[in-house]
T-cell receptor
Framework: IAGITQAPTSQILAAGRRMTLRCTQDMRHNAMYWYRQDLGLGLRLIHYSNTAGTTGKGEVPDGYSVSRANTDDFPLTLASAVPSQTSVYFCASSGTGENTGELFFGEGSRLTVL | GQNIDQPTEMTATEGAIVQINCTYQTSGFNGLFWYQQHAGEAPTFLSYNVLDGLEEKGRFSSFLSRSKGYSYLLLKELQMKDSASYLC??????????WGAGTKLIIKP
């Protein structure tokens, strides 16, 4: 089934540890995004990539890094996790054309930093 | 700054009609989007408005007034499965989506 796969679905992490959230899509979409979702707040963009080989910072990029070596994969790395990074993380992708705001989301990765 | 406002929570009765409002102030406008998100799941795309007026898609309709910075999502013949959060998002002049915090819709029998 075509779509976006995220891993892990859930993780408990000690503060200071490094963590990479994986995201893979098979829809050949050019654009990919990482969001975090916290209770009472809207989805906040962490980083994005408009095409393979390019990345950009979103609204809340500090403490996170991404890479886009190919079209399909867009991993998100927390270099040294802190408790404020406890959140649900969603990876998403979109195609080109008029409706680039139609995002396809992965199932989310629930991260708890202790 | 950019801002999307929508009610935090609404309650409606099965079989009824509910209207979820969204007002926005953004730097530029390239479309307004509604998403549905069931608890513990990912958001899924519902509708897209770029011109003023009403877009109908089955039991769901979405309205846009660009001059008023206003949209609503209308859900008819409510079903229990419509219990979810509804997210309003606006694409700004940089083609980035600005998201509202979402409206949690509770459907009662």
């Amino acid at each position: 089934i075509a779509g976006i796969t995220q891993a892990p679905t859930s993780q408990i992490l000690a503060a200071g540890r490094r963590m990479t959230l994986r995201c893979t899509q098979d829809m050949r979409h050019n654009a990919m995004y990482w969001y975090r979702q916290d209770l009472g707040l809207g989805l906040r963009l962490i980083h994005y990539s408009n095409t393979a080989g390019t990345t950009g910072k979103g609204e809340v990029p500090d403490g996170y890094s991404v890479s886009r070596a190919n079209t399909d994969d867009f991993p998100l790395t927390l270099a040294s996790a802190v408790p404020s990074q406890t959140s649900v993380y969603f990876c998403a992708s979109s195609g080109t054309g008029e409706n680039t705001g139609e995002l396809f989301f992965g199932e989310g990765s629930r991260l708890t930093v202790l | 700054g950019q801002n999307i406002d929508q009610p935090t929570e609404m309650t409606a009765t099965e079989g009824a009609i509910v209207q979820i409002n969204c007002t926005y102030q953004t730097s530029g406008f390239n479309g307004l989007f509604w998403y549905q998100q069931h608890a513990g799941e990912a958001p899924t795309f519902l509708s897209y408005n770029v011109l003023d007026g009403l877009e109908e898609k089955g039991r769901f309709s979405s309205f846009l007034s660009r001059s008023k910075g206003y949209s609503y999502l209308l859900l008819k013949e409510l079903q229990m499965k419509d219990s979810a959060s509804y997210l309003c998002a606006v694409m700004d002049s940089n083609y980035q989506l600005i998201w509202g915090a979402g409206t949690k819709l509770i459907i009662k029998p």
